[in-house]
């Protein structure tokens, strides 16, 4: 039986993530549940899936967010969010989904002019 994955903010990345970022971002040392039961994760759709929840996750609990901010709150957000992905693939201990996440490059998005 499956249990739910709980990802937890980090203290240490709190710490360095608030340095940069605005007053807001105290609300961030909460927890959220994801689901995956319903997930077959012996099959690569499966563990996709369930990497792209933890990833919506962990962005949403770091404060990722889309437009111009400074690059060292980006950076911080980036390192919060991969730490935050890290902890919960462990978490999993599925062997599948391991692979998937560190073999997988990591997301580039160009903006046009």
């Known amino acids: 039986m499956q249990r739910p994955l709980m990802l937890a903010l ?18 961030l040392d909460r ?10 994760l012996d099959n690569r759709a499966g563990a996709e899936a ?7 996750a962990a962005e949403d ?3 990722e967010r889309a437009g111009p901010m400074p690059l060292a709150q980006r950076a911080a957000i980036r390192r919060c969010v991969r730490e935050k992905e890290e902890r919960a693939v462990a978490e999993v ?11 997988r490059s990591p997301r580039v998005i160009i903006a046009a002019r």
């Open 10 to 27: 980090a203290s240490a990345a709190a710490v360095a993530f608030m340095a940069v970022a605005p007053a807001s971002a105290a609300t």
């Open 31 to 40: 927890a959220k549940n994801l689901s995956y039961a319903e997930l077959d």
């Open 50 to 56: 369930l990497l792209r929840r933890i990833e919506a």
């Open 61 to 63: 609990m770091c404060g």
């Open 93 to 103: 201990g599925h062997a599948g989904v391991s692979a998937l996440f560190y073999n």
